[in-house]
């Protein structure tokens, strides 16, 4: 397979009280043309930033630190400004965000929303765009009619609109998308069916996609692989199927646990004690340690990255010790 | 937030501390300056002439009628804040018990009180003013305040009644009418307190308005009457020496500038806190 | 949407009639008698009393003398001056309206044209040095008197420096049988200093406004989205954030418009320019009623189309306004 994306110890400055914290704090992944991943973790692990981050666009006044490496195909990203940049943003690399409703221009039909994404990067007249809109409409399940264009988001159901954010980050044809909690401000019903559809558009457009989410429960089944974030790193990365069944790191256990499960032995939930530590409380060390209940002497210090199996890292001194769960 | 809260708020801010030294500094030299200075309506030099340069008798020099350009800035500051400060002080509470009135009671009175408001504010307060005082040979200080202030609470009731509306349905109130507290002691106990941030907002910015008014007021001749000093009033007396002696309608022109400049920064400066003031 | 227009209209009927009514109470309950300023110096004859109170109907109950007045706003009869011997009023006002029309409009759109670009420059720097000289000039133009700034530009400007005439809309000595281009110009020459003045008092507070309703537009998660979609700059500062912003501009214009008509009666009286604000300023010298409460009533309604005028505007500028079919 070959590689669309290269992530290379990516950090995220925040000015703090005394002296900047990092949010993202020296996060590495690739992402192979093709592939769907899961970024999981809880909010304040830096997931959301670390979306945003791909594209360049921190939210000030947080920043990119130097040393930090986002590469599509040997473009570097963070080194471009102006028009450079504007051409991967959207074209390269499109997004969707949490809340449809805040995201989208309240003042502006849904349909030019998506035109003007078409014309920002495609050689096409206002017209041949419009009717482009229109399939996009179409496509992810929407009225593609002059009627269903000229729509407000105010007049639109939750699902409906995100499904415009679908279309509006698949207007300019991007290799990449990254959605960030794409279901999470929806019904449960509506969930499922934006779902299908974003694994339907991925296949019929052979989509690469990272799928920024709290949620374990939507990652089975419908991603390659799973990188599980805690407290600005990135503490496992395995096979979906192999995180699932062989958990290792005892955070990646704990959100497993406190999932309720459909079938097996009933079990009752075990949530983790506790919450992230906000960027300037970080503890040394393995930063889940105070959290853990397998923690012990060495915890203390930085955790090693060991291969627990083939394709299956995690960050932590129990795999050392052979002492894995 | 305690009024404390607001001062301490007031003089961490640039803007403010700049503002709040600028009024004070006015308001001590009206206060107590004239004390200091000669008589605002003495003519020392008359068989001389007026329109002496500024010396160092007279440091900002004398107007046509060789009075003491310094000490009628001085003493016109007295009657500016006054009318300013009183005026501003009637509408916003003409404009509170309104805008609690209708945000409070709705239905028939809210859109009276509100329809009424609509109508007077198509009309320009300058105009309004014009039609109250224009008959009359002389104004006396107080009817100069009442009308001005008369005249100015229309805005503050829209806003006041906007928020009282806001806080109504809000739960610290509805919780307090479902415990069947009387009208009185929830406008009093629970409204009235949280109105008073927005209103405090208004009423600096309003005392920037009524100086600029009074002032206007007097240019047209229809403020305080000479020879008492007032800033209008003297740049309007003034205005045909600007050529030959420009420091006497320069100095009311820029005290009028300083003034309107000090309450809008200390506005500005309670303004920048969107955090709402709940009890 | 025919009812709904229909409807405001009639609001904004009932609106004018309830100033115009205002007005009237205002009037007469006004101490002092209108024909007082007739004569100072000696007292006019019983009878010539009599007969002026009979030609001003005021000789009639108030209720008949409301409805009259009533019914004339209505017509567009506003009276006879008292000063003038008996004109009538609206022949005055026509006689300046176009002098106030072109210095007004010119200066509402210089006001809105520089505040506008100075609020949106503002938000795009806000805190930057920039932003906060533009912040003090414009806070300290608002601050000024515009009959001061009058006296003052005339002062510098025309009389030391001879670049602007002094005052009036015509130079006194041209020639009548001038050509067209010549009038013209000379006319632009005369304007430049009354419109310089009322923009300078007004464009600050315009500034304000839009600086904080950019600010608030440029945080909204649809300017985000923009961002993602790449979107050129000028696209996502104009289409996007500023169309966010304009409706509590509107909402405010308003309120606004009374000031710029006050502060025209300062300018064309210091610059002597022939508009309806010098006629106001010239009949409270006279003491003339009639031509007040004129120019009262005119401006008054001004004021209410433009309010619905910006009403009928925001409603097309934001969708979510709209009556729903």
Not at chain 1, 122 to 143: I, K, M, N, S
Not at chain 2, 123 to 139: D, G, H, Q, T
Request: contains cysteine; proline residues 7%; aromatic residues 6%.
């Amino acid at each position: 397979m070959t590689m669309l994306l290269a992530v290379r110890d990516l950090r995220v400055s925040f000015p703090g009280a005394t002296g900047p914290v990092y949010p993202v704090d020296r996060v590495s992944f690739e992402l192979a043309r093709g592939e769907t991943v899961a970024l999981v973790g809880e909010s304040g692990s830096g997931k959301s930033l670390t979306g945003m981050a791909l594209l360049n666009l921190v939210p000030a006044p947080g920043e990119v630190a130097p040393g930090s490496s986002v590469s599509l195909e040997g473009t570097e990203i963070l080194k471009l400004r102006g028009e450079p940049l504007r051409r991967i943003r959207g074209a390269r690399i499109g997004m969707v965000f949490q809340d449809p409703l805040a995201s989208l221009n309240p003042v502006i039909s849904v349909g030019d929303q998506i035109r003007e994404t078409i014309q920002a990067h495609l050689p096409l007249g206002r017209r041949e765009a419009r009717t482009r809109a229109e399939a996009l409409l179409a496509e992810v399940g929407l009225a593609g009619t002059p009627e269903g264009y000229q729509r407000y988001p105010h007049q639109l159901s939750g699902g409906m609109r995100q499904r415009v954010m679908l279309a509006i980050a698949l207007a300019a044809e991007p290799d990449l998308l990254i959605a960030d909690e794409p279901t999470s401000a929806l019904d449960v019903t509506v969930q499922a069916q934006i779902l299908t559809l974003l694994e339907g558009l991925r296949r019929a457009r052979g989509l690469t996609v990272l799928l920024i989410t709290h949620d374990l429960g939507i990652v089975a089944g419908r991603t390659d692989r799973v990188l599980v974030m805690y407290a600005g790193r990135i503490v496992e990365a395995a096979p979906t199927a192999e995180l699932f069944a062989h958990p290792a790191h005892p955070y990646t256990a704990g959100l497993l646990g406190s999932l309720p499960r459909l079938r097996g032995p009933r079990q009752p939930l075990r949530p983790i004690p506790g919450q992230v530590p906000s960027p300037g409380d970080w503890p040394a060390g393995c930063r889940f340690h105070p959290r853990c209940a397998k923690s012990f002497a060495p915890c203390r210090e930085e955790p090693p990255i060991v291969e627990v199996a083939g394709g299956h890292h995690m960050r932590c001194w129990l795999g050392k010790s052979g002492d894995s769960a | 937030m305690t009024t404390d809260g607001w001062l301490r708020q007031l003089w961490l801010r640039p803007a403010g501390r700049v503002g709040v030294i600028l009024l004070v500094v006015m308001s001590l030299t009206a206060a107590i300056g004239p004390a200091f200075l000669p008589d605002p309506l003495a003519q020392p030099d008359l068989a001389q002439g007026g329109l002496r340069p500024p010396d160092q008798i007279h440091l900002l020099g004398t107007d046509y009628h060789s009075r003491d350009v310094m000490a009628r800035v001085v003493t016109g500051a007295r009657v500016s804040l006054a009318v300013a400060f009183g005026a501003v002080l009637l509408s916003i509470t003409l404009g509170g018990m309104v805008g609690l009135a209708a945000g409070y009671l709705g239905s028939w009175i809210d859109a009276a009180l509100m329809r009424l408001v609509d109508a007077a504010l198509a009309i320009p307060r300058l105009f309004l003013l014009l039609i109250m005082v224009a008959s009359m040979e002389r104004i006396p200080l107080w009817l100069l305040i009442v009308a001005i202030g008369a005249t100015g609470w229309f805005g503050t009731s829209r806003l006041v009644r906007a928020e009282v509306r806001r806080l109504r349905a809000m739960d610290f109130v509805r919780s307090a009418e479902a415990l069947g507290a009387t009208r009185r002691r929830i406008l009093a106990r629970h409204l009235l307190p949280n109105v008073l941030g927005p209103l405090t907002v208004a009423t600096t910015l309003a005392v920037g308005d009524v100086i600029l008014l009074e002032a206007g007021l007097s240019f047209l001749g229809l403020g305080v009457q000479p020879p008492t000093p007032s800033w209008g009033g003297m740049i309007m007396e003034n205005k045909s020496f600007l050529v030959t002696a420009p420091w006497t309608s320069l100095a009311p022109g820029l005290a009028i500038v300083i003034a309107v400049v000090a309450v809008n920064l200390i506005g500005e400066s309670l303004h920048q806190d969107p955090a709402p003031p709940l009890s | 949407m025919i009812r709904w227009l229909a409807g405001r209209l009639l609001q904004t009927l009932a609106t004018y009639a309830l100033a115009v009514t205002l007005l009237f109470i205002m009037m007469r309950l006004t101490p002092g008698d209108p024909l007082a300023g007739l004569s100072d110096e000696r007292p006019l004859p019983a009878e010539a009393r009599e007969l002026l109170r009979r030609r001003y109907r005021l000789d009639q109950p108030v209720l008949t003398q409301y409805a009259d007045f009533l019914a004339g706003a209505l017509r567009g009869d506003l009276g006879v001056s008292i000063a003038q011997h008996g004109r009538p009023v609206t022949a005055l006002i026509r006689e300046r309206l176009p002098a106030t029309l072109l210095l007004g409009t010119t200066a509402l759109a210089a006001m809105f044209g520089i505040g506008i670009a100075v609020g949106v420059l503002q938000a795009t720097r806000a805190g930057s040095v920039t932003d906060r000289v533009l912040g003090i000039l414009s806070l300290t133009a608002y601050a000024t008197p515009s009959f001061w700034l009058g006296l003052v530009l005339t002062w510098a400007l025309a009389i030391e420096w001879h670049w602007f005439p002094v005052a009036f809309m015509h130079a006194p000595l041209l020639d009548p049988d001038a050509g067209w281009w010549v009038r013209l110009t000379d006319l632009l020459w005369h304007l430049v200093l009354p419109v310089t003045t009322l923009t300078l008092v007004s464009f600050g507070a315009v500034a304000r406004y839009q600086r904080a309703a950019m600010l608030e537009a440029l945080g909204l998660g649809a300017i985000r989205t923009a961002r993602t979609k790449g979107l050129r700059d000028r696209s996502i500062l104009w289409h996007h954030a500023w169309r966010n912003s304009v409706g509590p501009m509107l909402a405010l214009f308003g309120l606004w418009l009374p000031l710029v008509v006050a502060g025209s009666v300062f300018v064309e009286s210091v610059y002597a320019w022939p508009g309806l604000g010098t006629l106001a300023a010239e009949s409270i010298g006279s003491r003339d009623y009639p031509v007040i409460m004129g120019v009262a009533i005119l401006v008054s309604a001004v004021v209410i189309g433009g309010n619905l005028l910006a009403d009928l505007l925001h409603g097309w500028l934001d969708p979510r306004l709209r009556p729903s079919q």
